[in-house]
């Protein structure tokens, strides 16, 4: 192998999450989210879903994950301004 090989195609990831398992989890923090009057989490918490959310989402076709993205966006406002 030359050195001009090392920087050919980058292959596929070798690992991709299960959509069914990624839609589980971001509904069960909406629903969590949506259960709430006042906002759920702790500052640490939020911090992590404000992260893994759009992260997570992304492995879902785009136009559920821009309307998860976008119900998330929602709870959040809603339990923020309480």
């Given amino acids: 192998?030359?050195?001009h090989d090392l920087f050919a195609?980058?292959?596929e990831p070798a690992w991709r999450p299960n959509p069914e398992k990624v839609r589980s989890?971001?509904?069960r923090i909406l629903s969590e989210a949506r259960a709430?009057?006042?906002l759920p989490w702790d500052a640490a918490r939020l911090s992590?879903?404000?992260t893994i959310f759009p992260d997570m989402a992304r492995w879902l076709?785009?136009?559920e994950a821009e309307a998860l993205q976008n119900e998330?966006?929602?709870e959040l406002a809603r339990l923020c301004t309480k």
């Fill in 36 to 38: 709430s009057a006042t």
């Fill in 1 to 3: 192998m030359n050195q």
């Fill in 9 to 11: 195609e980058t292959p």
């Fill in 48 to 50: 992590l879903y404000r």
């Fill in 25 to 27: 989890r971001l509904r």
């Fill in 61 to 63: 076709p785009i136009d």
């Fill in 72 to 74: 998330f966006n929602a």
